[in-house]
């Protein structure tokens, strides 16, 4: 559903006012767009339709350190610091503190400075690592945890959705408008409880998202 393929951007600066619903037997808070995230909440999301590039982490860690790393070391160093987290949910500080460096790294050398006008943003991304605890659902059994999270964009209509895995398929719906070529606003309208199952969003589901780093696929 890309228009090009996308390999991996990282989101950060995600500042989100969204209510709870406690009334609902299922959490709807646990998609991309948290319930109420630290500014300093990272998003790393990469291509859903090729993995291909996870599995090519460099462990010659002496060279990663050296200085003027290109954007394909950094990017590897990156996977490399997420692998073992569980997306973050196994994450200590340090491990934050460790993946936050490198992916401030990576965005000083992001190819493309306007996100929001390359078709490189379109497409359906999964989420492999952030350090929001509404997404990684930490407070459930693992068993109750969505199994992947899922990000359809699209950069002509303006459109998001995110959507959860198994076992509840939860799912919610956004209107994007572009406050710079970097930040978007981002107004919720509905959520689906188990996909199927439609719930308007209170006017208050909003917030702002900034896309920090974007480019094409490792080959």
């Known amino acids: 559903?890309?228009?090009?393929?996308?390999?991996?951007?990282?989101?950060?600066?995600?500042?989100?006012?969204?209510?709870?619903?406690?009334?609902?037997?299922?959490?709807?808070?646990?998609?991309?767009?948290?319930?109420?995230?630290?500014?300093?909440?990272h998003h790393v999301l990469v291509s859903d339709h090729n993995h291909k590039w996870r599995t090519?982490?460099?462990?010659?860690?002496?060279?990663?350190?050296?200085k003027g790393k290109d954007a394909k070391i950094i990017k590897e160093e990156l996977l490399e610091?997420?692998?073992?987290?569980?997306?973050?949910?196994?994450?200590?500080?340090?491990?934050?503190?460790?993946?936050?460096?490198?992916?401030?790294?990576?965005?000083?050398?992001?190819?493309?400075?306007?996100?929001?006008?390359?078709?490189?943003?379109d497409g359906k991304w999964e989420l492999i690592y952030t350090t929001s605890q509404s997404i990684l659902q930490t407070k459930r059994p693992k068993l109750l945890r969505s199994v992947a999270n899922y990000q359809a964009i699209?950069?002509?209509?303006?459109?998001?959705?995110?959507?959860?895995?198994w076992p509840f398929f939860n799912q919610v719906t956004a209107d994007l408008?572009?406050?710079n070529p970097r930040k978007v606003a981002v107004k919720f309208d509905t959520f689906k409880i188990g996909g199927i199952i439609p719930i308007k969003a209170p006017g208050r589901a909003r917030g702002e998202l900034e896309i920090t780093?974007?480019?094409?696929?490792?080959?």
């Open 81 to 121: 610091a997420i692998a073992p987290l569980d997306r973050g949910a196994d994450a200590t500080p340090q491990d934050q503190q460790t993946v936050d460096q490198i992916a401030r790294e990576l965005e000083a050398v992001t190819p493309i400075k306007e996100p929001l006008k390359s078709n490189l943003l």
């Open 213 to 219: 780093y974007l480019d094409e696929e490792l080959r």
């Open 154 to 165: 699209n950069v002509d209509t303006l459109r998001a959705q995110n959507m959860e895995s």
């Open 1 to 41: 559903m890309a228009l090009s393929s996308p390999s991996l951007f990282s989101a950060v600066n995600a500042t989100y006012s969204v209510p709870h619903f406690h009334a609902l037997p299922l959490s709807l808070s646990s998609s991309y767009f948290p319930i109420n995230v630290r500014p300093s909440t």
């Open 177 to 179: 408008t572009p406050l």
């Open 56 to 66: 090519k982490v460099s462990f010659f860690t002496s060279f990663l350190k050296q």
